[in-house]
């Protein structure tokens, strides 16, 4: 079982944006309420260079939180060790306050894909995914957190609600929990489902960090609505307030604005974290 004694400094219960390189200046200088930041750890596994330079003097300011995107985690193969291993250099050399990946999978033999993909909510899916974790953490040496996913679809072997599927990794690996509240918001719009039911049914004792972003709308072929999680927009009122609802129940967490396509300037992007300052604070 993993010792989750207090070994780092765990992330500010305040707002945190997903850093881009062209936010850098921005936020040495005029930060507002930005406390932390994540980066996707694929984009800082090389060996030098201005991405590890620039994030060096970042974590001199800010806290930091690195955002898996390439473990797949859910995956039937065995981890990549390569990928584990240059995961491992990364945080043992830039110390976070926060690590966590996505229960989903993105590999089938050796091809890689460039998306996050669904499972189902099984017995031998959990034993996998736990098996996994559990790996992951050990090679660290540091509790994991993991985000629930957006769903398109359900899975007609599923035996298991994800919440509850969330739950029992949380007993079997000790590993936490990131809740992506416009997850929560675009599964249950898509799948016709209530998020203040999830959010209720969902272990937030369990929750270390908490995400919004923007999603796209779309509709499916029978005119139903589809949302696509894009981090591409502002995040919407209905977002905002499953935030306040989420919350409610788990008291201030660290809440990051994730905005990865279509980066706005940073005003726009300070403004969203202002608004996540108020939900904090209200």
């Excluded at 800082?44 to 060096?56: E, N, V």
């Excluded at 489902?193 to 779309?218: F, R």
Aim: net charge negative; proline share 8%; charged share 20%.
């Amino acid at each position: 079982m993993l010792d989750t004694s207090p070994r780092f400094e765990p992330l500010p219960s305040a707002p945190g944006v997903g850093y881009k390189p062209q936010h850098f200046q921005d936020l040495l200088d005029a930060p507002g309420p930005v406390a932390w930041i994540e980066v996707h750890a694929e984009n800082y596994m090389g060996d030098g260079g201005r991405p590890l330079a620039q994030l060096a003097t970042l974590s001199e300011q800010f806290a930091i939180s690195i955002h898996g995107v390439g473990l797949s985690i859910g995956g039937e193969a065995a981890l990549d060790i390569d990928h584990l291993s240059r995961l491992k250099k990364l945080c043992d050399w830039i110390k976070p306050a926060s690590f966590s990946e996505h229960l989903a999978w993105s590999t089938h033999g050796a091809e890689f894909m460039n998306d996050l993909l669904p499972l189902p909510y099984t017995p031998a899916t959990l034993d996998r995914v736990a098996a996994h974790i559990n790996q992951v953490q050990d090679t660290l040496g540091r509790q994991m957190l993991l985000e629930n996913p957006s769903s398109y679809l359900t899975f007609a072997q599923s035996t298991l609600s994800e919440t509850d599927f969330l739950f029992e990794l949380t007993q079997r690996t000790s590993c936490g929990l990131l809740l992506d509240v416009n997850n929560v918001f675009i599964s249950s719009t898509n799948l016709g489902l209530s998020p203040q039911a999830y959010i209720d049914a969902y272990p937030t004792n369990k929750v270390g960090e908490m995400h919004v972003g923007g999603h796209d709308e779309d509709h499916d072929d029978r005119g139903a609505p589809l949302l696509i999680d894009s981090h591409g927009k502002p995040v919407v009122d209905p977002v905002w307030a499953l935030l306040d609802y989420a919350l409610a129940q788990t008291g201030p967490k660290p809440v990051l604005v994730e905005w990865d396509n279509d980066v706005p300037d940073w005003p726009t992007l300070r403004a969203e974290a202002l608004r996540a300052a108020h939900a904090l604070t209200s």
